[in-house]
């Protein structure tokens, strides 16, 4: 008799044994290793020679992806057979709307307006990026921070509409309602930045609002119904999605199937940041370099005179004239600080990471390595947050909260910073050991729809109505919500950072991890550091961070094979 770890491997066993007990008897061995994996976001394991030779006799209820099997074997890689259909749906949807036919702009005008937009060398690559996405109706825009990702695309919709007898409807979108609040913003600072063509573009453009991917579709988590889907696709010419490294593989297959035949989607991300919590990893397999056959090249020469840098082959890889790479970062200077660092950890190099701390010293620093310990140091350098929670003023607290946040690779670790700084807040008299207090950072865990906040959203508490209330960002200014209807959350001076993404600070300090902690990898360190704009500090040893260098997991996928067997 087995036992298992995981209910679900428990379950699938007793539904195997029911359906092909002889069948079902080499397959029970290996379905806890196959639910861990999913747990771990893979999307199969990979079995021995013998293993795999012993499941080709299971027949009954191992398939080889022909028609629906509870598993599917595919060489000695092993999948359940609802990951195996979705990954094959996720390349089906994706192929869909790259072949479906959009209405190009018909007049020189959106050219003349493309060099305008994008006048010199520095800008070449966002040129190059909205040129190729103005003919592709999938366009995945990939680029780390400061490399002009909302730029490009803030001016790709400005071409779009600016001679379109009707504006175009265009829908806004990021997993988390954090990512979707900062893809806002960052769309209306870039708007700013040149000159749209007409009051009427602009205004059509600065009236958009992201959104969250589960409240643009109208998902019902209990259920997994969404309101929009093949069936009743969405009611928008454009979606654009924001932070697409964080969408896991079921939330990306709703949204694709709910993109109208037409219709376009543009997505935006940054392939070396973390992985989604949940199953998948689609962004490092669609994140390739851009080939072209020969005709994309010719359509796109017609809007560069200037000549098509790009490979073009007469059989290029599924998707690869669907992606345009920003490499200059406008943020960074990749020879300096936090730049300099970033650019070491995304190349492996250990020495040259280590290296940076000693030359930069003015923006990267080391930190105190415990979370007491960096409690009592974050203190003496929070006071001028604690200034503006004492001014009343939300804007005030929001803007000193995004100067400086603690990051950690652990959940436990956040919640233990958190338990001790409140410990400090309170000596001084700022908050009680339990219950609400002023300037009390919250981050939303869950979805509210009623109350109108959803997971990763970050409030402040602040006196409201003779009260407490927790204050959140909302069209152009701040609401308070009652702290009775708030959903589940937690108290987010420190968060994790999974959490973190989709968010910037002006200075952030990590809590490490251990050397040999396969959490603290190469994806984790670089979404911390890039989260920065200015300055990072490092809480941990410096022999785990280097290990965290060298260390990349790859989340095992599917998906690259099911867009090949596509062609």
């Known amino acids: 008799m087995i036992e298992y770890r995981y209910p679900a491997a428990q379950a699938a066993a007793e539904v195997l044994q029911r359906l092909a007990p002889q069948a079902a008897e080499p397959v029970l061995p290996l379905l806890d290793e196959l639910f861990a994996a999913q747990e771990g976001g893979h999307s199969y394991i990979t079995l021995t020679p013998q293993e795999a030779d012993a499941l080709r006799q299971a027949a009954t209820v191992v398939g080889d992806g022909g028609a629906f099997t509870p598993l599917v074997l595919r060489g000695r890689r092993l999948f359940s057979g609802r990951l195996f259909a979705l990954e094959r749906s996720v390349a089906t949807e994706l192929q869909r709307i790259a072949r479906s036919r959009v209405r190009l702009p018909e007049n020189a005008g959106p050219r003349q307006r493309l060099r305008d937009w994008f006048p ?5 690559g966002q040129r190059l990026a909205a040129a190729l996405a103005v003919l592709q109706p999938l366009m995945l825009v990939t680029g780390g921070p400061g490399t002009g990702k909302t730029t490009t695309v803030a001016k790709l919709l400005a071409l779009l509409c600016a001679d379109a007898a009707e504006m175009p409807r265009i829908a806004l979108t990021a997993p988390t309602g954090k990512a979707a609040a900062h893809m806002t913003r960052s ?3 870039a708007l700013g930045s040149f000159d749209a063509g007409s009051e009427r573009v602009l205004q059509h453009l600065i009236a958009l609002e992201g959104q969250t991917v589960h409240r643009l579709l109208k998902l019902n988590p209990v259920v997994g119904y969404s309101e929009f889907n093949r069936e009743q696709p969405l009611p928008f010419d454009i979606v654009v999605a924001d932070e697409a490294s964080m969408l896991d593989l079921p939330l990306l297959h709703q949204l694709l199937c709910a993109i109208p035949e037409h219709g376009r989607l ?34 796109l020469a017609e809007w560069l ?9 007469d059989n290029p890889p599924p998707l690869a004239g669907n992606v345009a790479r920003l490499e200059y970062s406008h943020r960074f200077d990749p020879q300096r ?12 190099e250990a020495a040259a990471a280590e290296a940076a701390f000693a030359r930069f010293t003015d923006d990267l620093f080391r930190l105190p390595e415990t979370p ?35 990051l950690a690779a652990r959940r436990s670790q956040a919640a233990e910073f958190n338990r001790e700084y409140r410990k400090l807040l309170a000596a001084q008299g700022r908050a009680a050991e339990q219950g609400w207090f002023a300037g009390q950072v919250l981050m939303v865990a869950e979805n509210d729809y009623a109350v109108n906040v959803f997971n990763g959203d970050i409030g402040i508490v602040l006196p409201h109505g003779g009260g407490l209330a927790a204050f959140f960002p909302d069209a152009g200014g701040f609401r308070a919500v009652s702290l009775s209807r708030l959903p589940a959350h937690d108290t987010a001076f420190a968060m994790t950072v999974h959490k973190s993404q989709g968010s910037e600070y002006q200075e952030v300090w990590l809590l490490g991890d251990e050397a040999d902690s396969a959490l603290f990898d190469r994806t984790l360190l670089y979404t911390a550091i890039t989260r920065a704009r200015c300055r990072f500090g490092y809480a941990g040893q410096m022999s785990a961070l280097t290990a965290a260098v060298q260390c990349k997991n790859h989340r095992r996928t599917g998906l690259g094979e099911a867009l090949q067997s596509l062609k």
């Not at 010199?120 to 070449?124: L, M, P, R, S, W």
């Not at 005179?305 to 082959?313: D, I, S």
């Not at 310990?373 to 929001?398: I, T």
Request: charged share 15%.
């Open 372 to 406: 007491a310990a960096l409690a009592r140091h974050f203190v003496k350098q929070h006071e001028a947050y604690w200034q503006a929670v004492n001014s009343g003023d939300p804007a005030a607290c929001f803007s000193a909260q995004q100067q400086l946040v603690v």
């Open 337 to 348: 600080g936090v730049g300099a660092l970033a650019q070491a950890v995304v190349n492996g």
């Open 187 to 189: 769309l209306h600072r």
């Open 266 to 299: 543009i997505l935006l991300g940054d392939e070396n940041q973390l992985p989604p919590v949940g199953i998948g990893a689609v962004l490092p397999v669609l994140a390739q370099p851009t080939v072209l056959t020969a005709k994309e090249a010719a359509q």
């Open 305 to 313: 005179p200037e000549g098509v840098p790009f490979e073009v082959r």
């Open 120 to 124: 010199d060398a520095g800008y070449n």
